[in-house]
């Protein structure tokens, strides 16, 4: 079991920067490769970044790419991500998600998942 508790969310004007962390339990934290997915009001879910287990690899959504920037620190257990530039269509809650096997955009990709952290860019 692995559990995973974000933090980092608030209220940000556009244009600036904010820091989401996900601190995990287990001691077994860097076999997950690790997924940020977000949920605007009314929206369905989508996926934000993943990054590999060992961080050497990370994938983003073409909406945040060059803007965002997933990383992990496996000796802290936390997956974080940098977000700069941020737009008022960025406000969602975001979630992080643990994937024991490949993962990928796809949230039934994930095993297990974070309560979410809302973020709210006004303009």
């Known amino acids: 079991q692995v559990q995973l508790v974000e933090s980092g969310g608030g209220l940000v004007q556009a244009g600036t920067s904010l820091r989401l962390s996900c601190a995990a339990s287990?001691?077994?934290?860097?076999?997950?490769?690790m997924g940020w997915f977000r949920q605007a009001p009314g929206k369905e879910r989508e996926f934000v970044a993943l990054?590999?287990?060992?961080?050497?690899?990370?994938y983003y959504a073409d909406s945040v790419k060059s803007r965002f920037t997933i990383s992990r620190d496996n000796a802290k257990n936390t997956v974080y991500l940098q977000m700069n530039s941020l737009k008022p269509e960025d406000t969602a809650v975001y979630y992080c998600?643990?994937?024991?096997?490949?993962?990928?955009?796809?949230?039934?990709?994930?095993?297990?998942w974070g309560q979410g952290t809302q973020v709210t860019v006004s303009s």
């Open positions: 998600a643990a994937a024991q096997g490949v993962a990928g955009t796809e949230g039934n990709r994930y095993d297990y």
């Open positions: 990054i590999s287990g060992s961080g050497g690899n990370t």
């Open positions: 287990g001691r077994t934290f860097s076999t997950y490769a």
